[in-house]
């Protein structure tokens, strides 16, 4: 069956109130020129989920994001935001177990699996990331990596991973202007396709997105391939007419 594309906006730790302000109205006004053919989402910093409602407000084609959410519902978790806080500013999309989660917070996959099920639970969807470091990629574990982060998800959330979002992201391109090219890619989209259809019968629903240095150039061979039904875009979606020309390439 069809579904649209998602082309998500990580801003990361990036921008000022301001900034994020003027990238939202760039996005919006390039948006109102041309109808998206996708759904876009745009995954803001915590403090600036509120204007991001506002900013949002009264029109469909952005969606507000998350960047994290906490694994507990509530409770004395200092620093922590709990999927219902985020519900409670219009929160529609979570990035859960990012790389640089996983990497500088020590975020492991059962923590990922358990933030993915907070925000299921307050009708958010998670967008979970995965992906192999340079060195797994070297030693020639990327699927074992890859299987093993999905796994987990899979194993805590049962059949809800219809409701999720996969992100393929290795690590090895973030940031770096180094991108998976399409083939490589699309080799790891497609296993990890086989891994959710042998958890669902309705895997082909799931969209599966590339992120690593998606770019304006690239978007659109990378967004062709089968198995990849949209982006997670970083760098990129700091900018409003390089974001838009992501948007367009998702058809
Ligand atoms: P990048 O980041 O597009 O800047 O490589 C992607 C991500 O980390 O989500």
Not at 94 to 122: N, W
Not at 180 to 187: D, G, N, R, V, Y
Not at 190 to 208: F, G, K, P, T, V
Not at 220 to 231: M, R
Request: net charge negative; glycine share 10%; proline share 3%.
């Amino acid at each position: 069956m069809s579904k649209s594309k998602l082309i998500a906006g990580n801003w990361k730790m990036n921008a000022s109130l301001e900034g994020s302000a003027a990238l939202v109205r760039g996005v919006l006004d390039g948006l109102a020129q041309a109808q998206p053919a996708c759904d876009v989402a745009m995954c803001a910093p915590a403090p600036y989920l509120a204007a991001l409602q506002g900013w949002l407000a009264g029109q469909s084609a952005v969606q507000p994001g998350a960047q994290d959410v906490s694994a507990h519902a509530s409770g004395a978790y200092t620093g922590e935001v709990s999927a219902d806080m985020l519900r409670d500013f219009g929160v529609r999309y979570c990035i859960v177990g990012h790389s640089e989660r996983r990497q500088y917070h020590g975020e492991t996959d059962e923590l990922v699996a358990a933030k993915t099920q907070r925000a299921l639970a307050a009708g958010i969807t998670p967008i979970v990331c995965v992906g192999e470091t340079l060195a797994e990629r070297d030693g020639g574990h990327t699927e074992e990596v890859v299987r093993r982060q999905l796994a987990a998800v899979i194993h805590v959330n049962g059949h809800c991973i219809t409701e999720v979002v996969v992100a393929y992201e290795p690590v090895w391109a973030i940031g770096t202007g180094k991108t998976a090219t399409p083939e490589l890619a699309q080799q790891v989209h497609a296993a990890l396709r086989a891994q959710l259809r042998a958890a669902s019968d309705h895997a082909d629903r799931i969209r599966l997105l590339y992120g690593g240095s998606m770019n304006a150039a690239n978007a659109a061979s990378l967004l062709s391939q089968p198995d990849i039904d949209g982006g997670l875009i970083g760098g990129a979606s700091l900018k409003a007419a390089d974001f838009l020309a992501i948007v367009a390439a998702a058809r």
